[in-house]
C-alpha cells in the first residue's frame, strides 16, 4: 500500500479562513502549491449533543456531506491528486458509499468511472453511484470479490482511485480531526468510529496526531473502534493481543459498510491500539437495527453502519475518557 513518509506539520496560522470544510487545511495535504481543489462543500459538518446515562456526548454528522458520507472528505483530495495528474479515468470498488462518492466527485472533475460493488449491494447506493453517471460492475459473491475484480482490472493498466489504499484519501481524512478540534477548542476524551478497512479512524488517528506533533495540541484521544461480530477481524486479533488482523468469515450484516474481511488499514491501528492508544469492540447482529431506532427517534437517520457505535457507546459509557463523540458516518437515506 502506498503511504507517505513525513507528514506535513499543521500551522493555524496557515488555515484557510474564508473556505469552509476540508479545504480550509489545504497546507497539510501532499499536494502540490497551485493545485485543482476539486469540492462539492464536504467538510463543515454539524456536532450536536445529547445524553446517554446521563452524560453528554457529541455526534459528529458526517451523514450530513455532500453523497450522505463521510467519504467525500477523502475523496475529494485523492480526485484532485488525480486531475493534478492528468488522469482521465479510474476505477474504484465499494460496498457503496466509497463508491457513490467517487462516482460524484469524478462527474464534479469531468472523469469517467467505473465503480465494481457487490451485487448485494442496497439500491440506493447503487442508484446514488448510476445517477452520477459511473459506470456501476455488480460484482457476484462477497464484498471481497469486488475487490479482486477491480485489482484484474488495475493488473490491466486501470488507474485504481483506491478508498482503501491511497494516501491522499487518508489525507483528507485528516480533515476530520482538525475540524473537531476547531469545532470543540479542544481535544475530546474519547472518539468511536466504525471499523471495515479502516481509514476513518486511521484518518482521525493520523489528524490528532500531526495536531500533537505539531505542538497544537497536547494530549490525544482515546480510539474506540466498532464491527459487528459477523465480520470483526480486528476485534478478534486486539482480544488476542495481536498486531496483524485475525482471519475470520465473512459473515453477513445489515452493517455492509464495514463488512470487510482483510482491512487494509488493519496493523497500523492495533499496532497502535496493543499500545493503549484505543481498543476495538464488536456488536452483535440484533443490536444494530434498534440502535438506528433509537437514534431516529432523536432526529438523527442514519445507516446500520453508523448505530454500531451508539450501541457501542452505551456499553462502554463510564469506561471512557469524556467528552465522548461518536462519528455518524453515513446518512439513513441510503438506507430504504
Known sequence: MLDYKQSIPFDPAQIEQAKSGVWRY???YPLPAENNQVTLGEGSTPL???????????????SQNPTGSYKDRGTAVLVSHLVNCGVKEAVE???GNAGASFAAYAARAGLRARVFIPASAL?????????????????EGARSAASLAVQQE????????SHACSPFWLAGLTSLAFEIWEDMQAVPGSILAPVGHGGLMTGLVRGFQV????GVTHSMPFFLGVQANPCAP?????SLGDVEPRSVDEGMTIAEGIRVRNPSHGVELLTLFQRGMGAFTGIDEQDILPARTELAQQGILVEPTSAVVWHAAKQWIGKLPEPILLIMSGSGLKYQ
Open 234 to 238: 480486528l476485534v478478534h486479533a486486539y
Open 48 to 62: 450536536i449533543w445529547t445524553q446517554i446515562a446521563s452524560r453528554s456526548l457529541g455526534l459528529k454528522m458526517e
Open 211 to 214: 495536531l500533537y506533533n505539531s
Open 154 to 161: 488495475v493488473q490491466r493498466g486501470a488507474v485504481y482511485a
Open 123 to 139: 439500491g440506493p447506493k447503487r442508484k446514488q453511484i448510476e445517477d452520477y453517471g459511473a459506470e456501476l460492475v455488480a460484482v
Open 93 to 95: 470498488d465499494s460496498s
Open 26 to 28: 489545504a497546507h497539510v
